[in-house]
């Protein structure tokens, strides 16, 4: 079973933040901790801005500057329905760090570009060729990711280990989140070595019998999405 990073407000002290196994040691009521860090320093390859990546994002913060309630209610309509969906448009809409920005559903960036009126437009491949934005922008996004992997497989350890340090410093805040809500979101103090903001998701319940692909392993989905990985 995988190890998480993971939060129990019902322990004392140090023990509230740490690995727990799935259907082991990881319980109803705990929390997962989902960290949106910025570039942490360690040598990562950077991701370069993209020629397609300006397009779009460019197109999403005027559709944001000019009115972002009706961008949010655009895209849930179009069928884009994310667990703090504005929150994610929030995030696509960062400048990238390791990686691009973007929705992690090639299904979800079309409908991005859609209701951008993006989605017919097309760009410039490196041969020259006239091809779909869709194409370009994607491939972009998938490749930055890839460096990304690449580059920080040897870090991970060192990131999450600090990640756990840093986070046993604030477990006051971190208890006061839990009262009032289901889930929260805690930004990470300034003048830390890490940057960025940690999602504090429920745990409302554990089941077995899936198996889902390892590139799908600490990915949140829906959960309609899950059932095509049952057994």
Do not use: Y
Not at 97 to 124: M, W, Y
Not at 134 to 139: E, F, M, R, T
Request: proline share 4%; with cysteine.
């Amino acid at each position: 079973a995988a190890s998480i990073l993971s939060f129990d407000p019902e322990v004392d002290g140090a023990e509230q933040i740490g690995h727990r196994r799935l259907g082991e040691t990881l319980h109803e009521g705990m929390f997962l901790i989902v960290p949106l860090l910025d570039e942490v320093g360690l040598g990562v390859v950077r991701a370069r801005h993209g020629d397609f990546s300006q397009i779009w994002k460019g197109r999403l913060r005027e559709r944001w500057q000019t009115n972002p309630n009706e961008l949010v209610a655009d895209l849930l309509f179009a069928g884009l329905r994310l667990v703090r969906l504005e929150a994610a448009v929030r995030h696509w809409l960062n400048p990238p760090t390791t990686v691009i920005h973007a929705p992690q559903q090639k299904v979800h960036f079309e409908i991005l570009l859609r209701v951008l009126n993006l989605v017919d437009s097309n760009g410039t491949s490196a041969d020259g060729m006239r091809t779909p934005l869709l194409k370009l922008a994607w491939n972009e996004i998938r490749r930055s990711r890839g460096e990304a992997i690449k580059a920080g497989v040897l870090e991970n350890d060192i990131v999450d280990e600090q990640l756990h340090v840093l986070l046993g410093k604030h477990l006051t805040e971190l208890r006061a989140g839990t009262m009032t809500q289901r889930g929260f979101c805690f930004t990470l103090p300034a003048g830390e070595d890490l940057a960025g903001q940690c999602l504090f998701h429920l745990v409302c319940g554990v089941e077995a019998d899936f198996r889902a692909p390892e590139t799908e392993f600490r990915v949140v989905r829906e959960l309609g999405e899950l059932d095509r990985w049952r057994d």
